[in-house]
């Protein structure tokens, strides 16, 4: 049976959550890749501010296709969680507490996710077209240069994901 949690994800629920739990996630999340996280960490590190609020956020690592008509995003499958791996330390400590994608993660990066409770879902790969229907609204908050990689603000519904590595480390056997 799938927990229900709602986005933005706070520390509290962040903590409730075991490696290998089955989750419907509902709520707003951001859509981001390697270069946004770049955008984002270089702002960062000019002493800007990033282009949304990233504390109790939950990053999905995508870069959805464009909409067909009458649909709100196109195909949004998960991209390899390593290419965001010299980003996310940072994104964390400044509050992301959760992360969508898949893959393995480096140990810096579940460092980080334990000493400030954060937790890396995972989606499955080859189902964007499926992980889509979840989408309710999309909106192009940030970058949008980069097309594709632009970040989004996604309202999703049940949107199904399972937890791989949870905030005190532990991953799914």
Do not use: W
Not at 12 to 20: M, S, V
Not at 84 to 93: F, G, H, R, V
């Amino acid at each position: 049976m799938a927990i229900r949690i709602n986005a933005p994800l706070t520390k509290e629920d962040a903590k409730k959550l075991k490696a290998g739990d089955s989750v419907l996630l509902s709520g707003i999340i951001y859509t981001a890749r390697d270069a946004a996280h770049k955008r984002m960490v270089d702002s960062l590190a000019n002493g800007e501010g990033l282009p949304f609020d990233i504390v109790n956020q939950v990053i999905y690592y995508a870069g959805p296709a464009p909409a067909k008509e009458g649909q709100v995003i196109g195909s949004c499958g998960p991209t390899t969680s390593g290419r965001m791996d010299a980003y996310a330390p940072l994104l964390i400590e400044k509050g992301l507490t959760g992360m969508i994608g898949k893959g393995e993660r480096l140990d810096i990066i579940v460092n980080a996710m334990k000493e400030h409770c954060a937790v890396y879902f995972g989606a499955i790969g080859g189902a964007g077209a499926l992980i889509s229907k979840c989408v309710r609204s999309a909106e192009v908050v940030a970058y949008d240069e980069l097309g594709t990689e632009a970040i989004r603000k996604l309202v999703v519904e049940d949107f199904p994901v399972v937890v791989v590595i949870d905030s005190k480390g532990n991953k799914i056997k």
